[in-house]
């Protein structure tokens, strides 16, 4: 069982900055294809980017394409999600996620075996 951890949730103004983290209790993510998802108030979760188990096979949803960016770390402790020129509709629950498929269907939220309990991303006008 891993217990992924995500954190650097918060409240900004629209136009503002944050970076999301996720780690894993006690183990490295390095075999795992991670992703983040979210899931606005009344809304079902989406998927919001994702990155293979060597750092490639990057994909972005297209409302955050040029905005968000997914990383990370070599030493397979971390995974990141640098959320620049936030806007209002980014505001949502954040959740990293991990998969031990490392191709094919990036977007479905069933291939994911693992999930945080996510961070709370904020963003006012």
């Known amino acids: 069982q891993v217990q992924l951890v995500e954190s650097g949730g918060g409240s900004v103004q629209a136009g503002g900055s944050l970076r999301l983290s996720c780690v894993a209790s006690g183990r490295t993510l390095s075999r795992y294809r991670m992703a983040w998802f979210r899931q606005a108030p009344g809304k079902e979760r989406e998927f919001v980017a994702v990155?293979?188990?060597?750092?490639?096979?990057?994909y972005y949803t297209d409302s955050v394409k040029g905005r968000f960016t997914i990383s990370r770390d070599n030493a397979g402790i971390a995974v990141y999600l640098q959320m620049n020129s936030l806007k209002p509709e980014d505001t949502a629950v954040y959740y990293c996620?991990?998969?031990?498929?490392?191709?094919?269907?990036?977007?479905?939220?069933?291939?994911?075996?693992?999930w945080g309990q996510g961070t709370q991303v904020t963003v006012s006008t």
């Open positions: 996620a991990a998969s031990y498929l490392d191709s094919g269907t990036y977007y479905r939220l069933g291939i994911y075996d693992f």
């Open positions: 990155i293979n188990r060597s750092g490639g096979g990057i």
